[in-house]
Antibody
């Protein structure tokens, strides 16, 4: 059974930093692209970032480019999202998601399994 | 980025009704479209991909169609567990984008 467990959310001041983690189980982690998707309170979902199975290529939404960094440690079956220069508009539930990709070296197309999410609140 | 526009943003329907949700992309996306269902308080759940392919385990009352820039999700006979918010997502572009969502409520 695929399981994705996010952690690291919390309250942070504007301009601050936070690192989210997502621990995966139930599949061969290194074979799959992964991504982060967020949802602001009462709003729709927004793709944030993605990474190929090897970690060699990363992708970002314009809204977070230059501030967020996605990475993975395939030896630990863990995905990360380093978030810097946080803004109030980054307040959201952040979901880790397993991607479907054509090959192990490809970007994810869509997300077939999701974690339960971790809440990030950016406020003074 | 490719913009995804869903309509309607919300609808009210009864159990047993046929429901259709539309998703329009700002350009052609050659069937590179997924649909998700989100129940309040839960993560989104993949229903269909490649515009019309049902994820394993998803009930057959869900179906998808479309081409070019215009796509639809149809629920043939609405069930109580289907009251939720539905999102489309394009993957034609590396910058993935979601529609704004359609909330299906009980009439």
């Amino acid at each position: 059974e695929v399981q994705l467990l996010e952690s690291g959310g919390g309250l942070v001041q504007p301009g601050g930093s936070l690192r989210l983690s997502c621990t995966a189980s139930g599949f061969t982690f290194s074979n799959y692209a992964m991504g982060w998707v967020r949802q602001a309170p009462g709003k729709g979902v927004e793709w944030v970032s993605a990474i190929t199975g090897s970690g060699g290529t990363t992708y970002y939404a314009d809204s977070v480019k230059g501030r967020f960094t996605i990475s993975r440690d395939n030896s630990k079956d863990t995905l990360y999202l380093q978030m810097n220069s946080l803004r109030a508009e980054d307040t959201a539930v952040y979901y880790c998601a397993k991607g479907y990709a054509v090959t192990t070296g490809s970007r994810p197309y869509y997300f077939d399994y999701w974690g339960q999410g971790t809440l990030v609140i950016v406020s003074s | 980025d490719i913009q995804m526009t869903q309509s309607p943003s919300s609808l009210s329907a009864s159990v047993g009704d046929r429901v259709t949700i539309t998703c329009r992309a700002s350009q052609g996306i050659t069937n590179s479209l997924a649909w998700y269902q989100q129940i309040p308080g839960k993560a989104p759940n993949l229903l269909l991909y490649a515009a019309s392919r049902l994820k394993s385990g998803v009930p057959s009352r869900f179906s998808g169609s479309g081409s070019g820039a215009d796509y639809t999700l149809t629920i043939s006979s609405l069930q109580p567990e289907d009251f939720a918010t539905y999102y489309c997502q394009q993957y034609y572009s590396t910058a993935l984008t979601f529609g704004g969502g359609t909330k299906v409520e009980i009439k």
